[in-house]
């Protein structure tokens, strides 16, 4: 395995010799959400030169509360688009839209349940507290804790992305990503909550994944993998190494973002393995397995989110990751 890294990384540092020789291909890629940690690996890249070595003069063109870049990226707007999950890329098979995954950066979901401490000492404990869920969750994974765990509907509350109603109440939980709505929690409510990860109870979907066109994928695969092979290299630096440069980056594009802020978002993807856990500590930054998607399908097909007559091995293609890029960065 070990040997697998060594020459996923001599495959990637063959691109980049090559990407050298030749003009840079200028390359916009959107995010879902406006610049923060969360996005590090993308913001390394560009500011340590990686994007740069591999050929590509990288545009990172944030999202935002009012800024959709999703619907920019199939009508050529931009050239790579960061979903948040599986269940966008099964979306844009449904709907015949020419989009395909092509690289997972986040090997788990952020997403977590937030509980006041003692109130909840396991998982199943939280089905007798009152939730806190936003609207788009109750779509998607409330509805596999419903078929998997038997939670109930009527203990749920609408969440409007505010924690005072779970402040105020001892005896609820509410939605969150790991890397930051427990910071607000610690700094607002003087205390550390208990966090239950949806990944390590089995919601088992990749997270923050690399989209793009099928016609690129097609016509230009050699820029896609110099992107996919340079994306991965950029978080492996962001995580284990100095971060300084593209933390910079991120506050000139999102002034409101703290260096505090960061620092716990880092350390809270370093901890629960959001970035580099299973599949990625040999197949390097990025991995997909079949078995992977397989799985996460089969769970929302029962779950009732998705239908079991979708074409989903049309959602991901596996030909640009799983080749150890990123291996031989990890601080042992």
Do not use: C
Request: aromatic residues 12%; glycine residues 8%.
């Amino acid at each position: 395995m070990r040997f697998s890294g060594l020459m996923g990384a001599a495959f990637a540092s063959a691109l980049a010799l090559t990407a050298q020789a030749q003009p840079l291909d200028k390359v916009r890629f959107g995010t879902n959400w406006v610049a923060q940690a969360e996005h590090g690996g993308y913001y390394q890249a560009l500011a340590d030169g990686t994007y740069k070595k591999f050929g590509l003069d990288v545009t990172i063109v944030p999202g935002g509360p009012n800024v959709n870049n999703r619907i920019l990226l199939p009508v050529g707007k931009l050239d790579f688009f960061m979903s948040a999950n599986l269940l966008q890329s099964f979306d844009a098979v449904a709907n015949n839209i020419p989009t395909v995954a092509v690289a997972a950066s986040f090997q788990k979901d952020p997403q977590v349940l937030i509980a006041h401490p003692g109130t909840a000492a396991t998982f199943a404990d939280l089905k007798k507290l009152t939730l806190f869920v936003s609207k788009e969750g109750m779509a998607t994974y409330f509805q596999w804790l419903r078929a998997d765990y038997g939670f109930d509907e009527t203990k749920v509350k609408p969440y409007t992305f505010n924690p005072q109603p779970f402040l105020a109440d001892k005896n609820s939980a509410m939605q969150g990503y790991v890397t930051s709505e427990p910071y607000a929690i610690e700094t607002q409510g003087k205390f550390k909550p208990t966090l239950f990860l949806l990944a390590d109870q089995g919601f088992d979907t990749y997270s923050t994944l690399i989209e793009t066109r099928r016609d690129l994928v097609e016509k230009r695969p050699d820029m896609v993998q110099r992107f996919v092979d340079a994306s991965a290299i950029g978080w492996a630096n962001y995580i284990y190494g100095d971060s300084r440069a593209a933390n910079d980056l991120i506050k000139k594009h999102n002034p409101e973002m703290t260096d505090a802020a960061i620092a716990y978002s880092i350390a809270k993807m370093k901890e629960f393995g959001i970035v580099d856990s299973g599949d990625s500590l040999t197949l390097g930054i990025g991995a997909m397995t079949d078995a992977r998607v397989k799985s996460f399908f089969d769970k929302m097909v029962r779950a009732g989110v998705v239908k079991a007559g979708l074409d989903y091995r049309r959602a991901y293609t596996t030909q640009f990751v799983n080749k150890g890029v990123g291996v031989e960065l990890r601080r042992k």
